[in-house]
């Protein structure tokens, strides 16, 4: 877009007003959430995002070992990019990040909880794997 005349010059006898042509706007980009929580048992899931104009070129990708499979890698405008969560077999948390255009989504998984017994059980196979970080889940 053009903006007003900001000088002019003489070419021969004519005064020529002289413009300056604005560049594109920046591209900025938002997530529809900038974090997520992921149960142990890991899993495929996504993150979506806008962008300010649909021209804005992106590019995703995980920072860390066990968030793998991003895609697609690449694009531009508003998108949901898809990404795979290993399973999780320890009990402490971990956590990393994705970069999807200029932000990070933070991705945090609960460890499996092995404190949990089936008071019904007789043996030691019964113990629970935590789905949520919270709750025991018995295992058959």
């Known amino acids: 877009t053009e903006s007003a005349p900001v000088a002019s010059m003489f070419v021969g006898q004519a005064l020529l007003p002289l413009t300056q042509v604005a560049g594109p706007a920046p591209c900025k980009f938002s997530l529809d959430a ?3 929580n992921i149960p142990a048992i890991g899993g495929r899931f996504s993150a979506k995002f806008f962008a300010s104009d649909q021209s804005c070129v992106w590019t995703a990708q995980s ?20 990404y795979t969560v290993e ?10 990040t994705l970069s999807i255009a200029d ?13 949990c017994m089936d008071p019904s059980a007789s043996n030691y196979n019964a113990l629970a794997v935590s789905q949520d970080g919270v709750t025991c889940k018995y295992r058959p």
């Open 34 to 36: 900038t974090a997520r």
């Open 63 to 82: 920072n860390v070992q066990f968030v793998t499979n991003v895609s697609p890698a690449s694009g531009s405008g508003d998108g949901v990019i898809g």
């Open 87 to 96: 399973k999780y077999t320890f009990d402490s948390p971990r956590s990393g």
């Open 103 to 115: 932000q990070f989504l933070t991705v945090s998984q609960y460890g499996q909880v092995f404190g």
